[in-house]
């Protein structure tokens, strides 16, 4: 059975970089896509990026030019990097993985989320 | 983007009783729709993907169906442990979700 498990610092200052790992274990990150969303406190689910092992990525528009979501194959690892973040990043990050099916998809394993507050 | 609308925001419901939760697409999306369960503290739980389809493990109590811009979310005889907010998602283009539906006891 697929796990997965956010990792990362949970209190940044503004303009600091975010820097999640989300680490799989029960599958190989080689076999589907796999994405980074985000819940502000009280609110509803946001995306934010996917990654495939060969690099093709996508990003939600509204944080592309701050994103950055990579994989590292050797460690089954993904990572999800947010540059310049402002109090508005504050948010449960959650890590998930993409099942694909035909031109079908859904998010079915998701880590258990982390907490990162951006405060000064 | 996609944008999804959820009805209602909340409903209080009793044990036994048959809950219906609807979505609404800005487009049509064929049947680009996934419903999750959430539970306070926890993680999205997938229960329906592609409008009809039934997750493996999840009960036979929860269904979905709809097409095009018109979803609709099933939960016949609720449960205790089927109090939580429920979303929608479309996957037509670059995933989106409703705002929720809170189900909560009455």
């Known amino acids: 059975q697929v796990q997965l498990h956010e990792s990362g610092p949970g209190l940044l200052k503004p303009s600091e970089t975010l820097s999640l790992t989300c680490t799989v274990s029960g599958d190989s990150i080689t076999s589907e896509y796999w994405s980074w969303f985000r819940q502000p406190p009280g609110k509803g689910l946001e995306y934010i990026a996917y990654i495939f092992y060969t690099g093709t990525t996508d990003y939600t528009p509204s944080l592309k030019s701050r994103v950055t979501i990579s994989a590292d194959t050797s460690k089954n690892q993904f990572s999800l990097r947010l540059d310049s973040v402002t109090v508005a990043d504050t948010a449960v990050y959650y890590c998930?993985?993409?099942?694909?099916?035909?031109?079908?998809?859904?998010?079915?394993?998701w880590g258990p989320g982390t907490l990162v507050t951006v405060s000064s | 983007d996609i944008q999804v609308t959820q009805s209602p925001s909340s409903l209080s419901a009793s044990v036994g009783d048959r809950v219906t939760i609807t979505c609404r697409a800005s487009?049509?999306?064929?049947?680009?729709l996934n419903w999750y369960q959430q539970k306070p503290g926890k993680a999205p739980k997938l229960l329906i993907y592609?409008?009809?389809s039934l997750q493996s493990g999840v009960p036979s109590r929860f269904s979905g169906s709809g097409s095009g811009t018109d979803f609709t979310l099933t939960i016949n005889s609720l449960q205790a442990e089927d109090f939580a907010t429920y979303f929608c998602?479309?996957?037509?283009?670059?995933?989106?979700f409703g705002q929720g539906t809170k189900v909560e006891i009455k």
């Open positions: 487009q049509r999306i064929a049947d680009y």
């Open positions: 592609a409008s009809s």
């Open positions: 998930a993985r993409r099942r694909t099916v035909g031109s079908y998809h859904w998010f079915d394993s």
């Open positions: 998602q479309q996957s037509y283009s670059s995933p989106t």
